[in-house]
């Protein structure tokens, strides 16, 4: 008796353990696969059993159907690289060359700008018309971030007789904040390693619109390669974006087709790989 009552005992101590947890986090049972998931590494690639290899450069919109999972209310994409470089978890880098170090101040201040402004003077709120300066200063927001630049390498490695792409950066792409209120076009705010930010990414959780217990984290969305980009360069001698050549610097469309002959370009030498 005095054994039934020590087992009843522990078995509702553990389900009210199970309950806190649950409550806590709005499930019916405690979620911790994703949050205890470590980064399977790459595997070594022998310099010479490379024998082809191309860089390309990706644009990824969550505002796509197949992305909106990125930006999943509980847990958005831009808030986990945002907080990556601001805390300082991620070196984060200047240019796709990843050389130099963007400072979490430095970041601030590329995404603050101060203006001036004319409004009542409060020291005489009876005179519409005497206006006193003052300064205001906006900063771009985190939320606003709609699109990311990746890097990535298209291998073909002779030992496994494999071709596949591994992703080496991503970068968040912003508008630059102007005082004229002009424009300037979509550049990357600043570069995070893909390498460093992996042990991140396999503990966070992007949804799964098919199954909401087989919980997938950000890595694995990157290395299965579950989102849909179109390509915006490949490596050239002039190290230039496809739009900013002249041929497709006022022509959109024939910029987007020459995005899609590189993706098939890929597809057709992949496949002339294989004998059937």
Do not use: C
């Not at 969550?62 to 690289?81: A, D, G, L, S, T």
């Not at 990535?152 to 002779?158: L, V």
């Not at 290395?223 to 739009?243: P, T, W």
């Not at 098939?264 to 030498?269: G, M, T």
């Amino acid at each position: 008796m005095k054994r039934t009552l020590v087992i009843f005992m522990t078995l509702m101590l553990i389900a009210g353990v199970s309950q806190a947890q649950s409550k806590f986090e709005d499930f019916t049972y405690p979620h911790t696969a994703v949050k205890e998931r470590k980064a399977v590494p790459y595997r070594y690639i022998r310099e010479a059993n490379v024998k082809w290899s191309k860089r390309v450069h990706r644009v990824i919109d969550v505002r796509e159907k197949q992305n909106k999972v990125m930006h999943w209310p509980r847990n958005p994409f831009y808030r986990i690289i945002w907080d990556a470089a601001m805390n300082g978890e991620v070196a984060a880098y200047a240019n796709d060359s990843l050389t130099s170090i963007k400072t979490p101040e430095d970041i601030q201040k590329e995404i603050s700008i101060e203006s001036t402004v004319m409004v009542p003077n409060p020291d005489n709120p009876n005179d519409p018309y005497d206006l006193v300066p003052l300064v205001v200063q906006e900063t771009y927001e985190p939320r606003k971030i709609v699109k990311y630049r990746i890097m990535e390498d298209w291998i073909f490695d002779y030992n496994y007789s494999d071709f596949r792409a591994r992703i080496i950066a991503i970068a968040p792409l912003i508008k630059p904040l102007t005082e004229s209120g002009i424009e300037l076009g979509e550049v990357p705010l600043y570069w995070l390693k893909m390498e460093d930010l992996r042990d991140k990414l396999s503990q966070e959780e992007v949804f799964n619109t098919k199954n909401d217990a087989a919980r997938m984290s950000f890595d694995h969305f990157f290395q299965m390669r579950q989102f849909s980009s179109y390509v915006v360069k490949e490596s050239n001698m002039y190290d230039l974006d496809i739009a900013m050549f002249d041929e497709f610097r006022d022509n959109g469309v024939e910029a987007l087709l020459e995005s899609d002959k590189i993706k098939n370009d890929l597809f057709i030498l992949e496949h002339d790989l294989w004998e059937y």
